[in-house]
């Protein structure tokens, strides 16, 4: 058996008190750029690392430019972490891109891991693996300059705006951290004339003392090499800590780890000693476990059979660790003994799915009792298998980072994420037939609350990735439920996360579609560069239900790269006929937002995201507006809708506006073929902005309204405009 030991402790984003005029930073004017001086723990060949922030000098506002991380006299490392701040009404970071090849790591190839943003804030970070387990290429020769990432940033405002890098961690093959003497760098722009110096905010200060070192043990029994797809096992960790900027403690069941914890893991990707045996398997056919328990122990060794240091015990938690490391793909079915659901509420946070030969099938409708939906609108579905986690922000469900896994048939409520898709290899994965969010019975778990990031299934990218994956699709027994979530029903974010599926789910309601069971903020959100989405179809049983939501029903928004997402033949507002809107199924804000920039404060909004398509929906009774068009969206087509009344002609407006166009978006089409009727407001198009109000204008040009419907609107018995360019 070998086993890592992964150091859990305070998060490196955590600093307090970093002053830009610390000891040990130089300016160089020429460059527009700050050396920190790095000193490791051991000797490193050309001297010691330093850690270069390289902007260009000068640019004008509204250009898109780029920024280098780079090391000088690398050779030693293999990893690395840092958080980029800035102020978000100075800057959008567009992206961030890292090389293919890292100094050291023994020939290791980079794996960048996701980007987390938060307000003001990014972090990045990418680690290296050694040996045959990890593409090989060459490394450059110690003393060199080698660029850790590239970030593509849009300038917003004139001004000198600085970025500042900080709690820089630098680390070797083995996972050890090379000591950091000046954790900090920081470069000015100097965007247009301006002389006004916009600062970069500063590190959170750590609200308690940073946790002792703790352990988790990642066992390979039976195996002689750890595999690439275990040092997912800390990838949840990795997030957990980048997203809350503060200490980390040892108590909770999922423990936040840093760059140093996933590369402990990554170095021992290399062959081990000859006391360890090989785990063999006769051939790759699927590989079957069965859980007949709902203990949470972990399995004993890694030998084909699941079991439990009971005898003849096979928990879920077991299944998955055989599964992981079957030969072929592996599915997990149920046969607990006992009448009734039987629930299963894991202590600690489960193994990731992280089988790279086929995936895992975990099918819960396997268990006795269990029938899947059969009804063509709503869910009869029976799940007799009940994951009950320990409420927003406690444990994850399931954390997929490998290709080709279906989970089905289960009800899972009181999750931080229910299922967490996440990766350049978490591709072409299947959500069908499960409830999610809500007890068995349909209604709300006891915790729930409003938690971000805590929706039911996000799907989060990297470089290359999560891309194909499937939530929902047409038949009955293949719908989901995702509703009473603490944050949004279903989510994408990250630049790589395309051309994902979502289709035939119930979204905000409960299984009969006649009660409010809303997710706490939008039913569907596209984000941050998520590309090619299909939410809906045209097809039968391809449409969506999304109502009932405390924002919105559906959303694409977020960063220029966020581009070619679908939104088609869904019924937002609706119950799941399509044919009737109650106030129960009203969603509190908008029913499809796209929108920009996320928050332009009194600027005017840029061009960001764009090329989206909203088609053949029904859109209505939403609590502040129909279809919102907003902060420099651009080149996205608007047709075919009915926009305030339903599949059947009934009336249902949207208050405020069927449709409306406003603080920079360009470019847009509006028709043909909408039918935007018995809203306050027909159609409205204005530079200014309703969320959040802005006082600065933005150019909202060059949209086109072409061959719609639009009749009966209007506000307390009175007619509206059916179109109203305002202000005047």
Known sequence: MIEHSVRWRRHVSVLAGVLLVAVGV?????????HAAVVTQRPASGGGVSVILNVPPTATVGARVHVTVAVQHGGSVAGFEANLRYDHRAIEVLRVDEPHAIPG?????????????????????????????CDRRSTSAPGSSVRLATIEIELLQAARVQLRLDDISLIDATGAEIAVATPMVSSVIRVGSSNRFVSAPRAATPSRSPAASGVDHLRHAGMNRARVSD?????????????SDQVCTTSSPTPCATIGDVQTIAGQISTAGPSVRRMSFAAAPPVAFTVNSIGDAADTVINGTCQTATVGECTLRAAIQEANHAAGASTITFNIPGSGIQTIAPNTALPSLSNPNGGISIDGYSQPGSTPNTDPLLDNGVRMIELVGQGGHGIDGFFIVSAGNVIRGLNMHAFDRAIWIYGSSANNNVVIGNLLGLTPTGGYDPTYALYNPSSCIVIQGSTGGASNNVVGMPGAANRNVISGCNHQGVATYNIGTNNNVIQNNIIGLDPTGTQRRGNKSHGIDINTGTQGTVIGGNGFQEGNVSSGNFQEGIEVSHNPYTLYNKIIGNRVGTDPSGNSAFPYTQDGQWGIHLEGFPNCNNAPCPEDAGNNTVTNNVVVNAGEGGIMIDKGVHDSVIANNKVGLTANGTPAGNRL??????????RNVIGPGNEIAYNDQGLQMEPDGLAPPNSASSYTNRNTITQNSIHDNQTGGVAALGIDLTPF
């Open 231 to 243: 040092v997912s096992a800390t990838l949840a960790g990795w997030v957990r800590g980048a997203e």
């Open 105 to 133: 790591g023994r020939g290791g190839a980079l794996h960048p891991l996701s980007v987390v943003e938060t307000n003001d804030r990014q972090v990045v970070a990418g680690w290296s693996c050694s040996g045959s387990g």
């Open 657 to 666: 506006f069927g449709i409306n166009v406003e603080a920079g978006a360009v």
């Open 26 to 34: 130089s300016v160089d004017p020429s460059a527009g750029s700050v």
